[in-house]
């Protein structure tokens, strides 16, 4: 089984700053692609930005400039450093991983989510 926990989420000013992170853990025999999504109330989920286990990233064009996603692979953590926030950020932030277990081989795993708030 696979676990991510995520943390670092809360209510913001506009224009603050917030640091997202997302421990893996579990039976993992390898993590590929690690994400941060978001889910704003009435909206679809959205890909923020994912990251490579080599490092290259992609970011959404509306973060582009203001967040940051980076991993820890000796961690198993991924990162999102977002700053410039503004209300249109608000949302449920979910880390996504896509990990190799032993037992059920390549797959998604998602995390429970984070709300992130900014107050105008």
């Known amino acids: 089984q696979v676990q991510l926990v995520e943390s670092g989420g809360g209510l913001v000013q506009s224009g603050g700053s917030l640091r997202l992170s997302c421990a893996v853990s579990?039976?993992?025999?390898?993590?590929?692609?690690m994400a941060w999504y978001r889910q704003a109330p009435g909206k679809e989920r959205e890909l923020v930005a994912a990251i490579s286990n080599g490092g290259t990233t992609v970011l959404a064009e509306s973060v582009k400039g203001r967040f940051t996603i980076s991993r820890d692979n000796a961690k198993n953590t991924v990162y999102l450093q977002m700053n410039s926030l503004n209300p249109g950020d608000t949302a449920v932030y979910y880390c996504?991983?896509?990990?190799?277990?032993?037992?059920?081989?390549?797959?998604?795993?998602w995390g429970q989510g984070t709300q992130v708030t900014v107050s105008s």
């Open positions: 579990g039976s993992i025999s390898r993590i590929y692609d």
């Open positions: 996504n991983a896509h990990v190799r277990t032993p037992s059920l081989g390549r797959g998604d795993s």
